[in-house]
């Protein structure tokens, strides 16, 4: 069964401000991710702060997400380019 991507306002934000290039290859990763939300680089972030929310690597970027598993639902929270100051939003 396949999963449903959704994007969060300031995910849409974040997409919206990146370079077309990098769209596109959002949009790749967010097409295999309705196959295996899992797949690839996928990690928990840790901490209280963080809790079931996952990055998938993308390069020099992160996706940030969220996964549903009873509807089978994945929310893309941020698209962020990796730094310092990544996870302290």
């Known amino acids: ?4 991507c959704n994007f969060t ?10 370079p077309r290039a990098i769209q596109k290859r959002v949009a790749r990763v967010v097409d295999s991710m309705e196959t295996d939300p ?6 928990a972030l840790v901490g209280p702060e963080w809790k079931g929310v996952f990055w ?7 996706l940030l997400f969220t ?9 893309v929270v941020r698209i962020l380019i990796r730094s310092e100051r ?3 939003l």
């Open 67 to 75: 996964a549903d598993h009873a509807r089978k639902a994945v929310f």
């Open 38 to 43: 899992f797949q690839g680089d996928v990690k």
């Open 9 to 18: 306002e300031d995910a849409q934000k974040d997409l919206e401000a990146l």
């Open 56 to 62: 998938r690597r993308m390069g020099s970027y992160r």
């Open 1 to 4: 069964m396949s999963w449903a």
């Open 86 to 88: 990544t996870y302290g």
